[in-house]
């Protein structure tokens, strides 16, 4: 068999690497449950149409197409479908043909929307800093913030 750049070997992590990818994995596997979780018992939300809550409230009142939007979120089509589908029947989001093309669909917040986000908004902000943010230092955010933008790159490019 033969061995990749550095000695190691290709189809197995070493001890060392191990060690460093482990904590990695279960912090990006438990994070999202854990915010999903308190947003749901406390808002009546869950983490993934708060961020497409997030996303269109970030568009200053405009219209976000579904291609776009499903491309932000890291979202299927399908997925991105399913969960507007439910946040439209609540009544915090509208969907429209977007002018000419009338295929293309464009999805905009509310202001029912506005509210619910107004409301699981400091949910949310307490919770990352309680698990994100506060346990590190200035330097460690620094370092942290650092590395993820050196990393996500290479995964939304393979999106």
């Known amino acids: 068999m033969a061995e990749a750049a550095g000695g190691r070997h290709p189809r197995r992590l070493d001890d060392a690497e191990m060690d460093d990818w482990l904590p ?7 994070l999202p449950q854990v915010l999903d979780r308190r947003l749901r018992d406390e808002v009546g939300l869950n983490h993934a149409r ?13 219209a976000e197409t579904m291609t776009e ?6 979202l299927s089509r399908s997925r991105l479908s399913h969960a507007l589908d439910s946040l439209e029947e609540r009544g915090w989001v509208e969907r429209t043909a977007c002018g000419s093309d009338k295929r293309t669909l464009s999805a905009t917040l509310t202001p029912a ?6 409301e699981a ?4 902000v307490a919770q990352i800093r309680e698990l994100v943010l506060d346990p590190l230092s200035p330097e460690e955010r620094v370092q942290l913030s650092s590395i993820l933008t050196k990393l996500l790159p290479g995964v939304t490019d393979a999106l």
């Not at 929307?113 to 107004?118: A, I, K, N, P």
């Not at 908004?121 to 949310?124: D, E, F, L, Y």
């Open 50 to 62: 708060y961020a497409i809550l997030i996303m269109l409230a970030g568009q200053g009142g405009g």
């Open 113 to 118: 929307g506005r509210e619910v986000l107004r």
């Open 24 to 30: 990695v994995i279960r912090f990006v596997q438990l």
């Open 121 to 124: 908004a400091p949910v949310h």
């Open 69 to 74: 939007l499903a491309r932000i979120a890291g």
